[in-house]
């Protein structure tokens, strides 16, 4: 089904300790090694697709750290290093002080064959958005689609890539994006620059970006799009829906606005007044959602896959794998809107959907101050202290602005961040309010929406502010 570039785990391998290296060439498995984990003070672990392992009972030291720290090339400021012509990723935890005291040596492979399920796609000229949860093989995915088109279609292409991640470290690019051109990016903040500085200098007819992640390269895509030049990128989010309801990124297909529709109007479409429509062309014509390396869901149509959220209607789309064989199969697939979903539910269902209620991650909120003004009538409240468990986000104005590094996590999954002007009562108390009468997961992008479509009165009257505007 594919051939995977391994030849240079050596190369990893020969960075570590021996007292760490040599266990490692024990294991049976090694050649699907994922990654080494070297925390000061504790055992190394070694991390492969199925299990974790602790080699030995040697606590990693400092001596440790600054050994592979020596063998790797600079680190830049988003705390990445890597291994000259390689795909291997090393990724440093500092101390207060900046001295590093935690290491994460990532294998990066070069795989061949997955493009094929999007081939045609790519090859169309129509630019392409790849989601998907990390790890799942966007980056990855990217690598093939660049020797591809520069290779196999004879196009001028460029890769913008930040912290060396796509075309591996060092001045010379891995042979695994072809004759593709590569531009390295000082700090992630210049990403968007770069991507312009690409278009305007070196005449590209295909520009590939990986992990499109804030509001200025949201806007430095629009551009390049509006310029005619083909974009294959990839951005933080599992789905669609969930790119939809991120107001930073929301641009790429189209971005969110508010309408109000008259009363005659509201009536014929069977909804409320204010309703969410999109603002403009998508800047990607086609959607891709991996599932994972040997399955995709394709929306070929973003703008009619947009539309179709904003509205709760089925969503049209197509699911592709590869057999075993490495034949691509494909199936047309159409997903119920959310509240669509709910109508068909049972009444027991229902009643059962609505004992539930939203989980949320608390930062900067004080716990026990809410929990009193959730009172009585919300006794099954949830707060989660695992992110990815969260349906809300909750913080303050002041904490947001900082951006710490969990809210910048919960925007990278998807979470709705809800900020507070301040920390008092009467705030949480419209908050919850608000926000509380959504009873169940099949619901809640719906409820969302709702939210989302009468924003402009939770900011002034209800204390909530937009992630957009900040």
């Not at 020969?14 to 003070?41: A, F, K, M, N, T």
């Not at 949201?218 to 990128?233: N, S």
Request: a negative charge.
């Amino acid at each position: 089904m594919q051939e995977i570039v391994a030849g240079d785990l050596d190369a990893l391998l020969d960075i570590l300790p021996s007292h760490i290296r040599e266990p490692l060439y024990e294991q049976p498995d090694r050649s699907e090694l994922l990654e080494v984990v070297l925390d000061l003070g504790r055992p190394p672990e070694v991390r492969f697709p199925y299990r974790e392992l602790i080699l030995g009972c040697k606590e990693v030291d400092h001596a440790d750290v600054d050994y592979v720290v020596s063998g790797v090339g600079d680190f830049t400021g988003d705390n990445r290093a890597g291994i000259e012509r390689t795909l291997h990723r090393i990724s440093a935890i500092r101390n207060r002080n900046g001295r590093i005291i935690g290491l994460t040596c990532r294998v990066g492979r070069a795989v061949f064959g997955t493009v094929k399920m999007i081939q045609d796609l790519v090859e169309s000229g129509k630019s392409v958005l790849l989601l998907g949860r990390p790890g799942v093989g966007k980056t990855t995915m990217l690598r093939e689609v660049a020797r591809v088109l520069a290779d196999d279609s004879k196009k001028r292409v460029i890769v913008i890539d930040t912290s060396n991640e796509i075309a591996g470290d060092g001045d010379i690019p891995h042979p695994a994006i072809g004759h593709a051109r590569r531009m390295q990016v000082a700090t992630p903040a210049m990403q968007h620059a770069v991507m312009i500085e690409a278009v305007e200098n070196h005449m590209p007819e295909v520009i590939i970006i990986d992990e499109i992640g804030t509001e200025l390269e949201a806007q430095a895509a629009r551009t390049i799009a509006e310029r005619g030049v083909q974009l294959i990128g990839t951005a933080h989010g599992n789905t669609l829906e969930n790119l939809i309801m991120n107001p930073t990124l929301s641009d790429l297909v189209g971005g969110i606005q508010t309408v109000t529709l008259g009363d005659e109007e509201a009536r014929r479409r069977h909804t409320q007044k204010s309703v969410l429509e999109r603002k403009a062309p998508p800047t990607f014509d086609v959607v891709v959602e991996i599932v994972h390396y040997y399955k995709v869901t394709v929306h070929p149509d973003v703008t009619a896959a947009v539309d179709a959220v904003l509205h709760q209607q089925p969503v049209q789309a197509e699911l592709r794998w590869m057999d075993q064989q490495g034949e691509i199969k494909r199936e047309e697939i159409i997903s119920p809107s959310m509240v669509q979903s709910n109508q068909k539910l049972a009444p027991n269902e229902v009643k059962e959907q609505e004992k539930q209620s939203l989980r949320f991650f608390l930062f900067g909120i004080n716990r026990s101050r809410l929990e009193q003004v959730a009172g009585k009538g919300r006794e099954n409240l949830k707060f989660v202290a695992d992110l990815k468990q969260a349906d809300l986000f909750l913080t303050t104005r002041s904490y947001y602005r900082r951006k710490p590094q969990k809210i910048r996590d919960a925007e990278a999954l998807g979470v709705p961040i809800y900020v507070l002007k301040s920390n008092d009562a009467a705030q949480m108390r419209r908050c919850l309010d608000t926000v509380y009468p959504v009873a169940s997961q099949s619901g809640y992008v719906h409820h969302l929406q709702h939210l989302l479509a009468k924003q402009h009165v939770l900011d002034s009257d209800n204390g909530i502010q937009r992630n957009e505007g900040r």
